[in-house]
């Protein structure tokens, strides 16, 4: 088991595999992307831009922010790692949670709480109530919206009134934005000019498919911004994932389309899997987490066996009993193939 899903280069090629453990567009990189991509590599024998000047300016006009508010990173990991530098004294964690929060935590020496946003097994609770007994003077609150694994996309009231409580006790509040592309009603990010312990990460390799480029940004106030900037490595951003910053502006339309297409895949396949016998949870994000009566663990291994990868919840807090998969929304025909793979897999194994 990995911490991670994605990994299509456990054997043979990475074209072998129906990967629904990476949330990722279908269909890959966008066209307009990958032209963007192969202009940019033109610039390959130049050092990048120390500054970033052209890919911040294109960045903030994407995101609606000024130049100043807004870093580009080298995917969103690099700008969670980057976050953990706002002088907190500890993080706490909204749980269940992408595994690399903890990580990056420890890294950089800070001791981590966690507390749970379930309010019933299958139900997360208003956030600002889930967590206001856990927070600390000068926590830094790590907080997914949409949630990953669970797919809670949360409104942005509700995050306000996590950050009022957040700013009450001096700490700051990281919001991890990585899958707001598909709920962008949601995103805080428009907060920052009057919230000046707010934090926004995002990334880019959800949306547009290409995770190997490693594109993202963190946002704050320009003077937190250059507290957190000062540990971002020199020349960050190669020169492929920089033109595809420099593209985004344009292409606005291109993918809020792709979320709406997505919104539907998910709906039909959380109806399939419905018809399988399994609860659904509800999902703002390309992906579904799904709960089975049992343990599931001998089904993940026949749908590798049959070239379908999945990921396993083990690693995440509060679903880690061994009945949960979170499966990627795919495209019609790679979902089609899930449902009758996975209806042949529970009729030959609905003994266990």
């Keep these: 088991m990995t911490r991670h899903g994605g990994n299509v280069w456990q054997g043979g090629a990475p074209e072998q595999w129906l990967d629904f453990s990476a949330n990722l567009r279908p269909e890959g990189t966008p066209d ?13 024998r130049y050092y990048p831009d120390p500054s970033m000047r052209r890919e911040k300016a294109a960045l903030a006009e994407y995101l609606g922010l000024g130049a100043d508010a807004v870093l580009p990173t080298a995917g969103g990991v690099s700008a969670l790692d980057m976050a953990m530098g706002a002088g907190a004294g ?4 909204a749980a269940p949670c992408f595994s690399e929060y903890a990580g990056l935590a420890r890294r950089h ?13 299958r139900r ?19 907080f997914a919206n949409p949630n990953n694994p669970l797919g809670t996309a949360f409104s942005r009231e509700d995050v306000s009134a996590l ?10 509040l990281l919001v991890d934005e990585a899958f707001i592309e598909y709920a962008p009603e949601c995103s805080v990010r428009g907060l920052i000019p009057a919230h000046g312990r707010l934090i926004v990460a995002g990334s880019m390799t959800k949306i547009l498919g290409l995770p190997g480029a490693r594109l993202g940004y963190l946002c704050a106030q320009p003077g937190l911004l250059d507290v957190l900037a000062a540990g971002q490595l020199s020349w960050e951003l190669n020169c492929a994932a920089a033109a595809v910053a ?5 292409h606005d339309d291109d993918i809020r389309a792709d979320a709406a297409r997505n919104a539907r895949r998910r709906d039909y396949l959380k109806r399939a899997l419905e018809g399988l016998g399994a609860f659904v949870y509800d999902s703002g994000a390309p992906f579904l987490l799904v709960e089975f009566d049992r343990p599931i663990a001998w089904m993940a291994a026949a749908l590798k066996a049959r070239g379908i990868l999945v990921r396993e919840c083990m690693d995440f807090d509060g679903i880690d009993d061994g009945r ?8 019609e025909a790679a979902n089609a193939r899930l449902i009758e793979t996975m209806r042949e ?3 030959c194994g609905g003994n266990r």
């Design 246 to 250: 420099r593209s985004l502006p344009a």
């Design 32 to 44: 307009w992307a990958m032209e963007a991509m192969r202009a940019g590599l033109r610039e390959a």
């Design 324 to 331: 949960h998969l979170r499966l990627a929304v795919k495209d």
């Design 163 to 172: 950050l009022e409580r957040v700013e009450t006790a001096r700490g700051w």
């Design 345 to 347: 897999v529970l009729t």
């Design 124 to 142: 997360a609770g208003d956030p600002a109530a889930m967590l206001a007994g856990s927070l600390f003077e000068g926590c830094l609150v790590c």
């Design 109 to 121: 020496g800070l001791p981590v709480k966690r507390a749970s946003l379930l309010e019933t097994p």
């Design 90 to 93: 500890g993080v706490l964690l």
